[in-house]
């Protein structure tokens, strides 16, 4: 609960800024196409805040329910037009203008998405290299033989340099593939190539992480799991641990690597464990209890111990990567380009039932995130800014009456019919898109929900 204000702040500028950014799309190209605007309002409902500006005094309001907003404009079918202010009113527009004054907010999203791009990718940031781990017996990965330490250098051709180029390529890959070529090196400097199978992407669903479900985890180093420091005061010293112990077993199972006493301790947070230890020629029972502790909003248990180092260079797992301006510019639109086709054809996949409903997000998981990745620095948080911006414009283009790409559907009809639809028509389809929307919004909660009960 601690982290609470944190992620609701984290959360609170991501929202600000992008419904911020949606609506002066809106705002600015009505404005140069010379529609009068009423009201610029971030939010819904009982305006809490408001000011009028500017030479036609244009109402700036914070509105009660926070997850939107809107933009009014002179229009006769909302009310009363002066004769004088008649060609200032957006339905008296021409189909081309009114396009682009709604096709402005998506767009205005995807911008800011490439300028964020572009600011992450020129001041540069630490990521980590694709060096893979152990990977689970019987996964996919374990199948293609993929061993501990191998790095990826390409997926079917297609060059891997950070942990984040191969998790969105083999994303990618699983939508229309059902198996790939990972070119791959070891630490000897040895090449090999492994087939790796997508299948049990679909198979299992795309809920949580996909890449979990094809074995594929990052490297681990193969440490023995013998204590180093032992914090004072904590469950470990507490229970009479110290440095040099070496973990043998827990509740009876053999212990081989630190990094699998680590697993163990973390899932097992308020639950007592017993520890099989081998102190110089003997072995010793202890028995402890993890501390539980919050981590990204999560609990997890920690008893105060580190691991004792072993001699020798660690292996590198992250590599600083920083691109010039227009390298970094180009970058910047493909990443959003290709961010924006994935999640259209995700939602494409939802549609047809290959992919399941339960990836649908609502605020609190974005919430979560948006916390989560504001902890991990200013780059991660950014890259996730424009995620989310990519998602709201990719969402609002959509045909569903009430967004701007049901409205888009309807100036595409008016050139068809060459005529407007009737008013009863649009009322009838805004009903018919609202109830879409809620059910949307619905789900999204509802998942939302299920995800904080199962952790």
């Not at 033989?145 to 051709?157: F, H, K, L, M, P």
């Not at 679909?202 to 890449?211: H, I, M, N, P």
């Not at 028995?287 to 920690?302: F, L, Q, T, W, Y």
């Not at 049901?406 to 805004?430: D, F, K, T």
């Amino acid at each position: 609960m601690s982290d609470l204000p944190f992620y609701l702040a984290a959360f609170a500028v991501v929202l600000g800024v992008l419904i911020v950014v949606h609506e002066l799309g809106h705002f600015l190209v009505a404005r140069w196409c010379g529609v009068k605007v009423l009201r610029f309002s971030v939010g819904f409902g009982r305006v809490l805040w408001q000011r009028r500006l500017g030479r036609d005094g244009t109402e700036w309001a914070v509105s009660a329910f926070p997850l939107g907003g809107y933009v009014k404009m002179l229009d006769e079918r909302e009310g009363e037009v002066a004769k004088t202010e008649l060609h200032r009113a957006f339905n008296r527009q021409s189909v081309g203008k009114r396009s682009l004054i709604v096709a402005a907010g998506p767009l205005a999203n995807f911008a800011l998405a490439i300028l964020l791009y572009w600011v992450v990718f020129m001041y540069g940031s630490n990521e980590l290299l694709p060096v893979l781990g152990t990977p689970p017996a019987g996964s996919p990965a374990a199948i293609a033989a993929i061993t501990n330490g191998e790095q990826v250098r390409s997926v079917d051709g297609q060059p891997v340099a950070t942990w984040n180029d191969l998790r969105w390529l083999l994303l990618e890959k699983a939508v229309d593939y059902e198996t790939v070529e990972m070119e791959l090196v070891n630490e000897r400097g040895e090449i090999a190539f492994r087939r790796l199978a997508l299948n049990s992407v679909a198979e299992q669903g795309w809920e949580g992480d996909a890449l979990d479900h094809l074995g594929i985890r990052f490297f681990r180093p193969n440490v023995p799991p013998v204590i180093g420091d032992v914090v004072k005061g904590g469950p470990a010293a507490t229970a009479g641990l110290l440095t040099g112990d070496r973990v043998v077993a827990v509740d009876g199972q053999p212990v081989d690597l630190w990094l699998d006493f680590v697993s163990i301790v973390r899932e097992s947070g308020g639950r007592s464990l017993h520890l099989d230890i081998r102190r110089g020629d003997e072995t010793l029972g202890f028995d402890i209890v993890p501390e539980s502790v919050s981590e990204r909003g999560r609990a997890v248990g920690k008893i105060g111990v580190a691991v004792k180092e072993v001699p020798g260079s660690p292996r590198e797992i992250r590599t600083f990567i920083r691109h010039g301006f227009v390298e970094s510019g180009r970058l910047a639109v493909a990443e959003t380009w290709n961010k924006a086709v994935f999640s259209l054809v995700m939602m494409g996949k939802m549609l047809v039932g290959e992919v399941s409903w339960k990836n649908l997000s609502g605020p609190v998981t974005i919430a979560d995130y948006a916390g989560q990745s504001a902890r991990l620095g200013l780059d991660y948080y950014l890259k996730f800014m424009a995620l989310v911006s990519i998602s709201l414009g990719v969402l609002n283009l959509l045909p569903i009456p009430v967004l701007d790409g049901g409205h888009l559907l309807y100036h595409m009809i008016e050139v068809v019919r060459r005529r407007p639809l009737s008013e009863r028509s649009m009322e009838v389809a805004q009903q018919v898109g609202m109830s879409l929307l809620f059910a949307l919004m619905a789900f999204a909660f509802f998942n939302d929900i299920a995800r904080l009960f199962n952790g």
